[in-house]
């Protein structure tokens, strides 16, 4: 609960003040738009490389051997290019794939002197809290800021560009081709639905919730679903914090749990809130449990998220995936 309490005054600071966020509650896919430049590189080898990152052109000389990932997203996206070889270590909190080589350092607290005696030659970050990219450029250590992600263009450029920063270029290009090939025939087996249905997304059991103007709200979006936190107040942050009383006004017919691991939200403990047994979503089983961090990150297992929600809503219309 500590965990989840942290990340989500976090966010809460980062959508007041428009800073960044890193991603390990659903909360934080949300918040920054990403720099997606153009990646050049020359040589036989492809090295040197440059990427245009949201910290400006990094440089990296040579193809890196000792990768320091201090964002779950940017883990999931190194090991799925298959660049886990590389990668030498991992944030607390960079929990998949298995093999990724959790450790002690920090992605909310990183510590330069932490980072810098294990010799990385590339650093990949979410955030630049403790202004660690000046610290770790100060240095001589490369570091590639990618914030979390807006749309899913932005996530495609992202692991595109790890793939050129790390020379796994090929096999980059095709975890994008195959997420869009993913996306688009999910997509397309949503486009059965009828009439419009629309949602709550919870982020924890206070209510904070999330609109369409963020990533995953997007996602929602991609399948005609109505986001009900659209238009309560607070909406303009990005991640009003509900009532009761509106989510009961609202009558959402699919409610998502991004708080199960968290929080231990379950749809029974959902049905159990005074009111809740009465709402479209629960008396129609339609209350659907998530993965908090498969919920939460913008990498490649954002199709997983997007199946999951394809899966609930032709339910609800009693058609199979």
Not at 189 to 199: L, P, V
Not at 274 to 303: E, F, H, K
Not at 305 to 314: C, K, M, P, T
Request: proline share 5%.
């Amino acid at each position: 609960m500590r965990r989840y309490s942290l990340l989500l005054a976090l966010l809460l600071l980062a959508a007041a003040c428009g800073g960044d966020s890193t991603a390990t509650t659903s909360a934080t896919a949300d918040i920054t738009t990403t720099t997606a430049g153009e990646t050049t590189t020359t040589g036989d080898a492809g090295f040197p490389v440059t990427i245009e990152a949201a910290n400006g052109a990094i440089e990296i000389v040579e193809k890196p051997v000792a990768i320091i990932s201090l964002s779950p997203t940017a883990t999931e996206m190194l090991f799925a290019i298959g660049a886990g070889d590389q990668v030498i270590a991992v944030d607390e909190f960079s929990n998949y794939p298995e093999e990724a080589p959790t450790t002690d350092l920090s992605g909310y607290e990183p510590n330069v002197e932490a980072i810098a005696a294990l010799n990385p030659d590339l650093v990949v970050v979410s955030d630049d809290l403790n202004d660690i990219v000046a610290a770790l450029t100060a240095i001589h250590v490369p570091v590639i800021h990618h914030p979390p992600a807006v749309t899913l263009e932005d996530t495609y450029t992202q692991i595109e560009q790890l793939g050129e920063a790390t020379g796994n270029s090929s096999a980059a290009a095709e975890v994008v081709g195959s997420m869009q090939s993913d996306v688009e025939a999910l997509v397309d087996s949503a486009g059965q639905i009828g009439e419009a249905r629309t949602y709550y997304y919870e982020l924890d059991a206070t209510l904070f919730s999330v609109t369409s103007a963020t990533f995953i709200g997007q996602v929602y979006t991609l399948v005609g679903l109505e986001n009900i936190a659209d238009a309560a107040g607070g909406a303009e942050s990005g991640y009003p914090q509900l009532s009761a009383e509106y989510i009961i006004d609202a009558d959402p017919d699919l409610i998502f749990l991004a708080d199960t691991k968290c929080c231990g939200e379950t749809p029974d403990t959902v049905a159990a809130r005074p009111g809740w047994d009465q709402l479209t979503a629960v008396a129609n089983q339609s209350v659907i449990p998530l993965d908090d961090d498969i919920a939460s990150r913008w990498g490649p297992r954002v199709v997983d998220l997007l199946s999951q929600i394809v899966e609930a809503v032709l339910a609800l219309e009693g058609s199979t995936p």
